[in-house]
């Protein structure tokens, strides 16, 4: 019985050595200008038509960058 042949596991980085995302936050007047909508966006644009509504903005994957 030989060991040699086996899977080799690979050692995972610490959490501090991982690359994060970071996403600017956009407004419903950003999304509805959007030429390239994504679900996110939409959702949020159609509740911030209802009247009365409050939002703080939602993140934007088309601003996506590493931080």
């Not at 994504?38 to 038509?49: D, E, K, T, V």
Request: glycine fraction near 10%; hydrophobic fraction near 25%.
């Amino acid at each position: 019985m030989s060991k040699g042949k086996g899977k080799v596991a690979k050692k995972k980085q610490p959490a501090s050595d991982r690359k994060q995302y970071s996403y600017k936050l956009v407004l419903s007047d950003t999304c509805a200008v959007c030429k390239t909508p994504c679900a996110r966006g939409i959702n949020y644009l159609s509740r911030m038509r209802q009247p009365g509504s409050v939002g703080k903005g939602v993140p934007c994957v088309l601003t996506r960058t590493f931080g």
